[in-house]
């Protein structure tokens, strides 16, 4: 089965019951699906793990029961999988499900900046290609990232890339100047401080929760600024009700599910007339997508050995260091 589109592109009989059969071809293949808290409420629902980017890459690395890996996320998420576990064939839905913040740095342009400032030791966000990765020191993600930042020296010369908005918010809270890649992500970038303003004026006692990929000006007016597993626990163990939540809006689905009688308020983009924020990658991923993927066992995340050996450094120090 061709996968020129990036994802099988097979009829999927409308009477079958999606869950059960994928249910079913999983356990017969022996494959197990990890899902991001940014994809599709019904394919977090069937997911075996759900999680962050750390928690699916501290997964993925103690996996050792599964002949197969579906990774509902992004593709800078299968490389990671694959890296971690390259004797396990690891598949995604639809391989077109990339992030605008991974693209922000293309390998090349950011090794320039690398050989540029030689003397430095580079942190990047595990939102980034094998290739970036490569190139890295020690990788992060915003739940981890400043307490891996800290075990640098406090005069350490550190670049830090690709996003701006997390490097910032580490400078600021720990006092660093750290030589930043100027890259963004799409969904975070996009949220108007004027609109949850005015959200927060309609809800005065909610609690704003913000991710540290959003802008500075948002974050001041952050509550909470944290990971979305950071920004879930703090939902499930607060005595709060109301909260306004800037960030990917498929972390609802899991606030919701576990704080029923809490309400969620998705914080609003600039350009949209609706009340969410969703990645337009993330979203790719469907039911019918994951269902042909373990069908047919595929599209595959295939990864360069050598690329792959000399990315599994930075990303086994981050475990290390969480």
């Known amino acids: 089965m061709a996968v020129e589109k990036g994802y099988v592109d097979a009829p999927v009989d409308p009477a079958i019951d999606l869950k059960a059969e994928i249910l079913r071809i999983k356990k017969e293949k022996g494959a197990v699906i990890m899902a991001h808290y940014y994809q599709p409420a019904e394919i977090q629902d069937i997911a075996d793990y759900i999680g962050d980017s750390l928690a699916l890459a501290q997964i993925a690395a103690k996996l050792d029961n599964a002949r197969m890996i579906v990774l509902c996320g992004v593709h800078f998420m299968g490389e990671t999988a694959k890296v971690l576990c390259p004797d396990k064939k690891v598949l995604i839905p639809d ?47 915003s739940g981890n990232a400043r307490k891996i930042v800290d075990t640098f020296p406090a005069d350490a010369k550190l670049i830090f890339g690709p996003d701006r908005n997390l490097g910032n918010y580490i400078n600021s809270v ?50 909470v600024i944290g990971s979305t597993a950071v920004l879930l626990k703090y939902a499930v163990e607060s005595d709060d009700t109301e909260f306004i939540v800037a960030t990917e809006s498929g972390i609802l689905h899991q606030m919701q599910k576990s704080c029923p009688d809490k309400t969620f308020i998705p914080a609003p983009p600039n350009d949209s007339t609706c009340g969410c924020n969703d990645c337009r990658y993330m979203k790719l991923n469907t039911m019918e997508k994951l269902y042909n993927c373990l069908k047919f066992e595929q599209p595959e995340i295939i990864v360069d050995p050598e690329l792959a050996e000399k990315a599994r450094r930075p990303i086994e120090r981050m475990l290390e260091l969480s």
């Open 95 to 141: 391989i077109n499900a990339g992030c605008s913040l991974a693209d922000s740095c293309p390998a090349d342009k950011f090794a320039e900046f690398v050989a540029a400032h030689p003397d430095h030791t580079v942190i990047s966000y595990v939102n980034t290609s094998i290739g970036v990765k490569a190139l890295t020191d020690v990788l992060v993600t």
């Open 174 to 223: 720990t006092g660093r100047n750290m030589l930043l890649w100027d890259g963004a992500c799409h969904v975070h970038e996009e949220f108007s401080v004027e609109k949850i303003a005015e959200l927060k004026k309609q809800h005065p006692q909610a609690k704003v929760l913000v991710h540290p990929e959003c802008k500075r000006p948002l974050q001041l007016m952050a509550d």
